[in-house]
């Protein structure tokens, strides 16, 4: 019998095993995105690019001037205020740069015909600045914030039982609205109550501090999450809210508690499965919203809603950043993607190539990598907020210096290089103060953004004609 070579031998065994294996491929998890990593000490969020090859695609910032001229003037309107002297000059940006970039601008969105036209004078007359984003290389996560519409009391009634409370007196903070705790009546400042204590423990009971009443206490846990809000009263009549302060605590976001609790998977978070979970479970209400120690106060305001440069902000106009990295009331260029509403009222991702402002600061937007979109008002800005959660990239753009001394006056116009870390996730996320605790339902550090193909184009005119709106 004639033997088989012993190699042979295990090599035919070797392909008999391997054909009766089935083999399954290795997932590899990506460590986590930490959007909130801050930045190292002393180094900002922007850097100028050199190379206009680089820019972005300025044209779809043509569509629907009248909004974006609008936010301009509201933010022209910041600059007049001595205090804004202060936060200038930012990297090579004085304050008179942006006072003259911004007319300039504004009187640009009244000259050109086109968008190809608009392109090619910012690129002709403007230095073009990007966002270094969360690890240096220019990616942002973009969520989406609103002003909600509620029913509500000024007096406390047997539906209208949980409250919106006014700053109280001993609330500590500085120039800038940091907060610093509480003052106590002998002096000396110690750490602010937490929720549970200021809801549970009825610390402001007989102060009067009870601004509105409304009727569920996960509303008025939103309203702090928004920052503001309009309520409207059973004489119909209709008061705004905003933003008064914040205690010190630090803020923990509900719906990762949520998720980590096995709750339900990260992939189906947003505003309304939150408000879901809770609807069919309200005895986990007070163990969760206390989880997040954080506590915000109200004003009633005449107009607004307001951002934290003390003006107007403007649907889909007004950006949320932190303002010690990024510089106050600028124009900005976004390249990223939002949720519509469709004719039959079904969310689509939209590509959203924007000329915004950066006019507020959000309690969850901290460090370079984080920017919260300003939607709108009422049950519709409130459902596509809740669903926005998308990555991308900013930019700002400021005029020339050559181009500085011959900007527009206002009536022209008719009515350092971030190293990336070698790996996310390893530096804890930033707390601080700001006004509201904007997009932390869903975008935290660790986050991972919906991932979806924008609708073909990326023009909002086409979906606003389907759905009978302009």
């Not at 000059?89 to 504004?106: G, M, N, Q, T, W």
């Amino acid at each position: 019998m004639r033997r088989v070579p012993r190699r042979l031998g295990l090599l035919a065994a070797t392909l008999v095993l391997a054909s009766c294996t089935t083999r399954y491929p290795v997932k590899v998890e990506e460590p986590p995105k930490d959007y909130a990593r801050p930045l190292p000490e002393g180094m900002m969020a922007l850097e100028k690019i050199t190379d206009p090859a680089l820019y972005p695609d300025f044209a779809p910032g043509f569509e629907d001037r009248e909004s974006l001229v609008r936010a301009i003037d509201y933010s022209l309107g910041y600059f007049k205020a001595k205090s804004s002297l202060k936060y200038y000059p930012y990297l090579d940006i004085s304050h008179e740069r942006c006072v003259k970039s911004l007319r300039a601008f504004r009187a640009l969105l009244g000259s050109v015909q086109s968008g190809t036209e608009l392109h090619e004078r910012i690129c002709a007359e403007f230095d073009v600045y990007r966002s270094i984003g969360w690890d240096g290389s220019g990616a942002v996560l973009f969520t989406g914030y609103c002003e909600p519409i509620y029913k509500g009391s000024l007096a406390r009634t047997e539906t209208f039982r949980y409250p919106l409370y006014r700053r109280p007196k001993d609330l500590m903070t500085d120039a800038d609205g940091t907060p610093r705790g509480r003052r106590m009546p002998g002096g000396g400042t110690v750490p602010y109550a937490t929720r549970a204590e200021i809801e549970e423990g009825g610390l402001f009971a007989g102060q009067g501090l009870e601004l509105v009443w409304l009727a569920d206490p996960l509303e008025v846990y939103i309203v702090h999450v928004q920052g503001s809000a309009r309520v409207d009263l059973p004489d119909g009549r209709q008061i705004k809210i905003g933003y008064a302060g914040k205690t010190d605590r630090p803020y923990k976001s509900v719906g990762l508690a949520l998720v980590q609790d096995g709750k339900f998977a990260k992939s189906e978070l947003s505003l309304t499965r939150i408000k879901q979970y809770f609807h069919e479970h309200p005895e986990d209400l007070p163990r969760y919203l206390n989880q997040n120690e954080s506590y915000v106060f109200f004003t009633e305001n005449q107009g607004g809603p307001f951002g934290s440069l003390g003006v107007p902000v403007t649907r889909q106009r007004t950006i949320a950043t932190d303002k010690q990295v990024y510089p106050r009331g600028n124009v900005a260029f976004l390249q990223t993607t939002v949720p519509v509403l469709d004719a039959g009222r079904n969310l689509l991702p939209m590509a959203f190539n924007r000329f915004v402002l950066d006019q507020d600061t959000g309690g969850a937007i901290r460090s370079a990598g984080r920017c919260d979109i300003f939607l709108g008002t009422g049950p519709d800005a409130e459902l596509l907020a809740g669903h926005t959660t998308y990555e991308g990239r900013m930019y700002y753009v400021f005029l020339k210096d050559p181009h500085a001394a011959a900007a527009a006056p206002d009536g022209a116009l008719p009515q350092a290089t971030y190293a990336p870390a070698p790996g996310a996730g390893a530096v804890p996320a930033s707390g601080g103060a700001a006004s509201g605790e904007r997009a932390a339902w869903m975008a935290t550090a660790g986050e991972t953004p919906v991932s979806a193909s924008p609708v073909t184009g990326g023009n909002l005119t086409e979906l606003r004609r389907q759905r009978g709106r302009d």
